[in-house]
């Protein structure tokens, strides 16, 4: 298991690369980060976290979606009811509600604690409805993914410990036997 610095940055970048262009994201859109240190670390969830692993793990993940202008919300644990780190603008943009709390290692998880370190003006909200996102630690995010879901495999399935899946989506198909979708 390979958790250095380099090693995560590398992974998780080429991660991301593959969840943007299996999802085809583009400028201006959602994508929703879930994510356990603790796991990435060979532990358990939630009882091992890295604040070091979860400020290289949004380092990576924000070096690669900020110059395609596709916007970071990256989801808390359970005991914030897997509220969200996003920038105040993306709020704006999207009309979404903000929610009274502050990460910390515990509650939030690192990687929220990481993220709302780097962002210029974080904020927490309830709920998102992204285009695609990454899950690292088997997190759960389809829950602020947008239907259609799409399961994604990347190839690459760990981070460190943590096995990974992706989402992406896909416009709902709708109508009746005369409807076309391609």
């Excluded at 998780?12 to 796991?39: H, K, M, R, Y």
């Excluded at 990435?40 to 395609?68: N, T, Y």
């Excluded at 409805?129 to 690292?136: F, Q, Y």
């Amino acid at each position: 298991m390979n958790v250095t610095k380099d090693a995560i940055k590398k992974t998780v970048s080429q991660l991301v690369d593959e969840v943007i262009t299996a999802g085809n994201l583009t400028s201006g859109e959602l994508f929703v980060l879930g994510c356990s240190t603790s796991e990435v670390m060979g532990g358990h969830i939630g009882k091992d976290s890295s604040e070091e692993v979860g400020e290289w793990i949004i380092a990576a993940v924000r070096s690669v979606l900020e110059p395609k202008g596709i916007y970071l919300a990256v989801q808390g644990c359970e005991h914030l009811n897997r509220a969200l780190v996003v920038e105040r603008d993306v709020a704006k943009t999207y009309h979404l509600e903000e929610v009274a709390v502050v990460p910390q290692l515990h509650a939030g998880g690192a990687c929220s604690v990481a993220a709302f370190k780097q962002f210029k003006h974080p904020i927490e909200v309830e709920h998102i409805v992204a285009k695609a996102g990454l899950d690292i630690g088997d997190t759960a995010i389809g829950m602020h993914v947008k239907h259609v879901q799409v399961p994604f495999r990347p190839s690459i399935k760990e981070v460190g410990g943590a096995h990974v899946t992706a989402l992406t989506s896909r416009p709902k198909y709708i109508g009746g036997p005369r409807a076309k979708y391609e």
